[in-house]
């Protein structure tokens, strides 16, 4: 097995690495003092593809391999922890799940929104007060169904990128009975009524990257946003 980098690899490393040199490693001393996220260089991501790793060229994205987005992290990892880890969870965590289990249409609706730059990033909440390594049986965030809407309520903690996202993807319980098949992915867009994003959390280090609890309160979102199968 080959284990170099394709010359097209190698290209992208150094596209990577010139741009991080350049517009993040400079402000990392700066962003972990002051804990402000680089907004500076994150809306100049969006063209270079930096925002949409895992996303499909025709919903605005990169769509690099699995090798050349590891090495996009790992550059901007060189250049500030900080920056790197939301970048990091916003592709992973925050647009991953859509592009391998959203409906088209969620496609087309967040995808090209986060992707480009201009606007927010993305988010995803798993952990809460009481749950952290043991989801299936401690996630007590519910959605109940009500008309055409999911109607969302409880509380998530340590959502990175919360306060600078424009949606969370939130891990909710749609089985009252709390069944095997009782866990469900909801999109919510952070802007939604009852959604509150508490101060970002005092840490000992990766300040620039912001930390939060998120509170549920009767946030009504479409039945649509459901990603993937619910149960599933």
């Known amino acids: 097995m080959n284990f170099d980098l394709t010359d097209e690899q190698k290209l992208w490393q150094k596209t990577v690495h010139e741009f991080v040199a350049n517009e993040v490693q400079p402000k990392a001393h700066e962003v972990d003092v002051t804990g402000e996220f680089n907004w500076t260089a994150t809306r100049k991501m969006g ?4 925002l949409g790793l895992n996303i499909p060229e025709e919903y605005g994205g990169a769509g690099v391999d699995a090798v050349s987005a590891a090495i996009a992290i790992e550059e901007l990892g060189w250049g500030c922890g900080s920056t790197a880890l939301a970048i990091a969870a916003h592709n992973g965590l925050g647009t991953t799940p859509i592009v391998l289990y959203g409906s088209e249409e969620l496609k087309k609706q967040w995808l090209p929104l986060v992707a480009n730059g201009k606007n927010k990033l993305a988010a995803l909440a798993l952990t809460e007060p009481g749950a952290g390594s043991d989801l299936q049986g401690g996630v007590v965030t519910k959605a109940v169904k009500d008309g055409n809407e ?10 990175t990128n919360a306060s600078i996202a424009e949606y969370i993807i939130t891990l909710v319980r749609t089985d009252p009975a709390g069944g095997s098949r009782s866990l469900s992915q909801i999109l ?3 802007d939604t009524p009852g959604v509150k994003i508490g101060p970002a959390e005092k840490k000992m280090g990766l ?3 912001p930390t939060h609890a998120v509170t549920y309160e009767d946030v009504r979102v479409p039945l649509d946003n459901l990603i993937g199968e619910e149960g599933k």
């Open 47 to 50: 063209p270079l593809g930096l």
């Open 207 to 209: 300040h620039g990257s």
């Open 188 to 190: 919510a867009p952070t």
């Open 150 to 159: 999911w109607v969302i309520n409880g509380a998530k903690m340590w959502c």
